[in-house]
């Protein structure tokens, strides 16, 4: 059941604990006002957008010549080190933040249900969420949607690792239709889900291409590990649909992605089989 939006506004000033049992208690939309939805100085249109970013006093750094997202072309075969990946059920806070659809996970999910390993060290999953159409591109292709899973080292400036998975029309993907379900679609609208299976945020198949490169949102930090999965995951036509339209106003031109960036002489690597 989704609230109206007017009785949203009553809600806005219940306490903080009369919301949050109405989150826990229902699953229903909630629009509620927080720093995860805050409206930026940046945008997906002119005169803010992804063109004008390098241009603007917060996002200075997205001018850097590691930026994200790039197309995936040449990339050079070698042996890499598995991806020791860690998940659980755990539950999420699902937020349109305005700019994307989040899932957050509570900082009281332990580390050993979201982990990463890699190179012998454990990155622990911060969020998940939806870009459309994909931000990278393989040799020129896209696909409708581009999922991040965003890890994070522990401890102060711990770097980060972004594993980008690209969705396709085709069977249902259950634990995503979880969130479909009840698709947030305004700015700050929020629920939670209580038992959510991030193992099936995954294929099967984990080659990947790897390189060197940034957060593809202001302030578009560089130093990012980013890992894209080459085999995507499936979610039915009409769900891919929805989140399309969610980001089509002309807020969101061309969706809710930023364009793939100049590669400056970057090397990517991969471990996907060569085609016969």
């Not at 229903?28 to 006002?33: C, G, I, K, P």
């Not at 002119?46 to 995936?72: E, F, V």
């Not at 896209?142 to 770097?159: A, F, L, Q, S």
């Not at 980001?247 to 969706?255: K, L, N, V």
Request: charged letters at 20%; glycine letters at 6%; aromatic letters at 6%.
């Amino acid at each position: 059941m989704r609230i109206s939006r007017s009785p949203v506004r009553i809600l806005v000033s219940l306490s903080t604990a009369a919301v949050a049992l109405l989150l826990v208690s229902g699953g229903a939309l909630v629009a509620q006002e927080g720093p995860d939805c805050a409206v930026k100085p940046w945008s997906y249109r002119p005169p803010t957008g992804p063109a004008q970013w390098p241009s603007l006093s917060c996002c200075s750094r997205c001018g850097g010549r590691q930026q994200s997202p790039i197309n995936i072309t040449n990339a050079i075969r070698q042996p890499l080190l598995p991806l020791g990946f860690s998940y659980g059920t755990v539950p999420v806070h699902v937020v349109h933040t305005g700019y994307d659809i989040r899932a957050i996970l509570p900082s009281d999910v332990p580390g050993n249900q979201r982990k990463l390993r890699i190179h012998g060290v454990d990155y622990i999953m911060d969020n998940f969420h939806f870009h459309t159409r994909s931000e990278h591109t393989l040799n020129g292709s896209d696909w409708p949607i581009e999922m991040h899973i965003v890890h994070k080292r522990p401890g102060p400036n711990g770097k980060t690792v972004a594993v980008a998975v690209f969705i396709e029309p085709g069977p249902e993907n259950q634990q995503l239709s979880k969130i479909w379900a009840n698709l947030p679609t305004m700015r700050c609208d929020r629920r939670n889900i209580a038992h959510f299976d991030l193992q099936e945020l995954l294929p099967q198949s984990r080659a990947s291409y790897r390189y060197a490169g940034s957060l593809t949102t202001p302030a578009c930090d560089q130093g990012v590990d980013f890992i894209v999965l080459a085999t995507p995951i499936t979610m039915r036509p009409e769900q891919i649909q929805a989140f399309e339209h969610v980001f089509s106003s002309p807020a969101f031109p061309e969706g809710n992605r930023r364009p793939t960036q100049t590669l400056h002489g970057r090397q990517v690597v991969t471990d996907v089989p060569r085609k016969r």
